[in-house]
C-alpha cells in the first residue's frame, strides 16, 4: 500500500492553495477528487469579501470577521499574507492579477447585461476596473452566432444607468453603450460554438492575427468617435492567453476585457491549470475521477484513504487529510429527505437551519439562502470539532465552502476563505507533521522504537 503524508481532498481552490503549500513545506501530498469544482463554475477573479456597504475588500473583510461564527472571525489575518502568496505562485506559472484588497470595489459588466462588484481580477478581465471617463464607450462585442453572449442584449442592459449603481450614488459608467458582432476566420458554418473552441482557436497564433484584425476593422469606426473599451466574452485563449492579451493589446483600437460566461469557466480553467503546475512542480500528485469511497480512522487519526479507480480500489496510508469536498453545490454535504444534512466521508457533525427553513420564502432576498451557511465548525487550526467545541480528529482540516457560516454568494467571501483557510490548514498540518518527525528522529536516535500512533500524526 503506497503512502503519502497528506490526501486532499477536493480539487478546489481551498484544497490546492492547502496542496501547493504542503508539497512547499516538504510533505508528500495527493490530491484526490470526484470531479473538476468550482474553479470551472466561477469567473477566475478572487472575491474576497463584498458585503453591502463595503466600499473595499478589506473593508468588507473587517465587517464579515466581526460576525459572530463567520469562518473570517478565525482566519481575518491569514487572508492578506496568504492571497499574497496565492497570487505570486500563480504569476510564476504566467496568470497575473491586478487589484488589491484597498481598491474600491467597482461595478464590472457580466454576460446577462449586469455588474458585479470586483477589486481583484486577472489580467484577462483587468481592464473593466479603472473608473469610465466622461466621453469613454464600452462596446459589447462577441463572435456572430455565440449563443452564450448575445451583444445586443448585453449593450440595451448596460445602457440602464440602474445597472451600474443604486440612485444617488456616484458610480461612474460609460457614456454609451454600443453592441457589435464579428463574423471571426472560418467559423461562418459553425453553428455550434463553445467556449471551449473559441479559447482553442484564439491559442493558434495566425488565426487570432486574422481575429483580431477583424474586430478591430468592426470597432474602429465607434472608436474614431472617442476611447472605447471592448467587452468581449471570456475565450481569448487557454493556454497561450498572455499571447493572446499581447496581441489585443497592440492590435485593437481599445483596451479589451474579458466577461465571464456560463460554465465551464475559461477563466476558471486557466486558474486550475495554474494551480496543477504548481502542484506539481513541487512533487504533488493530482487525480481527478476517483472519489473517495472509505476512509479508515484509528480513535481521533484518519490513517487510510481508499478510492474508486475503474475496476479496482485505490488505497494510500496518510498521515493526515485535508477535507475540501465544498458544501451542498459540491456534494461536501448531503440532504436527506428525513431533514438531516450529512458529511459523508467523515460522518462530521453539520451546523445547519432546521429542515422547515432550508428552502428561503423569497428567492431574492439579499441575505442569501439559509443552506448558504450550513457547514461544519472548525478550531483555529481548522480541526473539525462537535457542538460542544471538542476536537473530532487530529489529523483532519476543514478547508473552503465547506466551513460553517458564511454566505459565500451574498457576501462574496468564497475565494478568501477558500485560499486562508487552505493556507492555515498547511501551516498547522505542516508544523504537526515536523514535530512528528523530529519525535521520530529523536527515538530513532536513542534507539527507541517510535509509537505506532506517532507514525500516523501529520
Not at 510533505?27 to 474576497?48: C, L, M, N, P, Q
Not at 487557454?238 to 489585443?248: G, W, Y
Request: aromatic residues 4%; hydrophobic residues 50%.
Amino acid at each position: 500500500m503506497a503512502s503519502v503524508d497528506v490526501v486532499v481532498a477536493g480539487a478546489g481552490l481551498s484544497g490546492l492553495v492547502a496542496a501547493i503549500e504542503l508539497a512547499e513545506r516538504g510533505a508528500r501530498v495527493e490530491v484526490i477528487a470526484r470531479g473538476y469544482a468550482a474553479t470551472h463554475w466561477t469567473a477566475g477573479s478572487f472575491d474576497i469579501a463584498a458585503p453591502d456597504r463595503a466600499e473595499t475588500s478589506a473593508e468588507g473583510l473587517e465587517a464579515l470577521a466581526a460576525r459572530r461564527g463567520h469562518p473570517y472571525a478565525l482566519l481575518v489575518e491569514s487572508v492578506p499574507p496568504s492571497l499574497a502568496r496565492l497570487r505570486a505562485i500563480l504569476a510564476e506559472e504566467g496568470l497575473w492579477f491586478e487589484g488589491t484588497l484597498d481598491d474600491l470595489l467597482r461595478p464590472v459588466p457580466t454576460a446577462i447585461g449586469g455588474t458585479r462588484r470586483a477589486a481583484i481580477l486577472p489580467a484577462g478581465q483587468a481592464a473593466a476596473l479603472p473608473p469610465w471617463q466622461a466621453d469613454e464607450r464600452l462596446v459589447a462585442c462577441a463572435p456572430a452566432r455565440f449563443k452564450d453572449f448575445w451583444p445586443a442584449a448585453v449593450a440595451a442592459s448596460l445602457a440602464r444607468p440602474t445597472v451600474w449603481g443604486s440612485a444617488g450614488e456616484p458610480v461612474r459608467r460609460p457614456d454609451a453603450v454600443d453592441a457589435v458582432s464579428v463574423e471571426l476566420p472560418g467559423l461562418a458554418n459553425r453553428r455550434n460554438l463553445n467556449a471551449l473552441d473559441l479559447a482553442r482557436f484564439f491559442d493558434e497564433p495566425a488565426w487570432r492575427l486574422e481575429a483580431f484584425g477583424r474586430i478591430a476593422a468592426a470597432v474602429g469606426p465607434l472608436a474614431r468617435r472617442g476611447p472605447v473599451r471592448i467587452g468581449f466574452p471570456a475565450v481569448l485563449g487557454i493556454a497561450e492567453h498572455a499571447a493572446v492579451l499581447d496581441d489585443a493589446a497592440r492590435l485593437l483600437p481599445g483596451p479589451i476585457f474579458e466577461i465571464p460566461l456560463v460554465p465551464p469557466s475559461i477563466p476558471g480553467i486557466r486558474l486550475f491549470r495554474a494551480l496543477r503546475a504548481a502542484l506539481r512542480r513541487r512533487g504533488g500528485g493530482l487525480m481527478v475521477g476517483e472519489p473517495i469511497v472509505r476512509i479508515d480512522v484509528d480513535g481521533r487519526l484518519v490513517t487510510r484513504v481508499a478510492a474508486s479507480a475503474a475496476v479496482r480500489e485505490r488505497r494510500l496510508r496518510t498521515g493526515a487529510l485535508v477535507l475540501a469536498t465544498g458544501g451542498i453545490a459540491g456534494g461536501g454535504l448531503v440532504g436527506h429527505a428525513d431533514g438531516r444534512l450529512e458529511e459523508p466521508l467523515l460522518g462530521l457533525q453539520v451546523e445547519a437551519p432546521p429542515a422547515d427553513a432550508w428552502l428561503a420564502e423569497d428567492p431574492s432576498d439579499p441575505a442569501g439562502h439559509p443552506l448558504e451557511a450550513a457547514g461544519i465548525r472548525t478550531d483555529r487550526a481548522m480541526r473539525p470539532v462537535d457542538r460542544r467545541g471538542k476536537v473530532v480528529f487530529d489529523n483532519v482540516a476543514i478547508v473552503g465552502s465547506l466551513l460553517a457560516g458564511q454566505r459565500y454568494l451574498a457576501e462574496r467571501c468564497g475565494d478568501g476563505v477558500a485560499v486562508a483557510s487552505g493556507a492555515r490548514a498547511a501551516v498547522t498540518l505542516g508544523e504537526a507533521r515536523a514535530a512528528t518527525t523530529d519525535r521520530d528522529d529523536a527515538a530513532h536516535a536513542g534507539g527507541v522504537r517510535p509509537r505506532r500512533a506517532s507514525r500516523k500524526t501529520a
